[in-house]
């Protein structure tokens, strides 16, 4: 990366320029590996001002993964516009895209070292859930009561989306459209059992 002249900002965009500078490295590299004062010569600062925005290096990195997880949702938000079943498909397929286009970041964040730290699990939790609340909310609209067994599929759904996803990414032994295919059907069969799962579909 090129090394950019120093330029007076707000504190607001500041603190996003280091963000976004964090989040470019991440696709390149695992987290722990994101050096503070490489971040700072990317934005023109001195170290100093770096830890002015963030109190360490571990709140700088998980901003990042918190940066990471907002955009992610942003770029797959539903959109309620669609029928229920076209609108799954159409955030699976955001979904794939997203997360092929950025696949560095999204296996360093699931399955790095940052993984095993206490408070970047639940960053990561915190984007599951708000994952997992967005498809519940929809529930009903296809005649699915939001129940604690509907609300346990959809965290199950989640969960085999992201391993199949990065199994996918690692060796992609079929299509991108059948990748979505097969996520889109995981979703009412595990909530509605396969027979009305069926008729969902059709």
């Known amino acids: 990366m090129e090394v950019v002249k120093r330029t007076r900002m707000s504190p607001e965009d500041r603190r996003a320029q280091l963000l976004e500078l964090g989040a470019r490295m991440l696709a390149e590299r695992p987290l722990e590996q994101i050096s503070v004062e490489e971040i700072a010569d990317q934005a023109g600062v001195s170290r100093g001002l770096?830890?002015?925005?963030?109190a360490s290096k571990h709140d700088f990195h998980l901003a990042i993964v918190r940066h990471a997880g907002a955009d992610m949702l942003v770029h797959t938000e539903p959109d309620p516009a669609l029928e229920p079943?076209?609108?799954?498909?159409?955030?699976?397929?955001?979904?794939?895209?997203?997360?092929?286009d950025n696949r560095n970041t999204y296996v360093s964040l699931l399955r790095g070292s940052a993984s095993g730290d206490e408070e970047m699990r639940e960053e990561?939790?915190?984007?599951?859930?708000?994952?997992?609340?967005?498809?519940?909310?929809?529930?009903?609209?296809?005649?699915?009561?939001?129940?604690?067994?509907?609300?346990?599929?959809?965290?199950?759904?989640?969960?085999?989306?992201?391993?199949?996803?990065?199994?996918w990414l690692r060796d992609a032994r079929i299509t991108r459209e059948e990748l979505i295919d097969l996520h889109v059907a995981a979703l009412p069969a595990v909530t509605l059992g396969a027979s009305a799962a069926a008729a969902l579909l059709q």
């Open 85 to 100: 079943i076209e609108m799954l498909r159409t955030a699976v397929a955001a979904y794939v895209d997203y997360v092929s």
């Open 50 to 54: 770096l830890f002015h925005y963030f």
């Open 124 to 167: 990561f939790e915190r984007t599951r859930a708000a994952m997992a609340d967005r498809i519940i909310a929809y529930l009903p609209r296809v005649g699915i009561t939001p129940d604690a067994r509907a609300a346990l599929a959809v965290r199950g759904w989640i969960a085999f989306v992201e391993e199949a996803t990065i199994s």
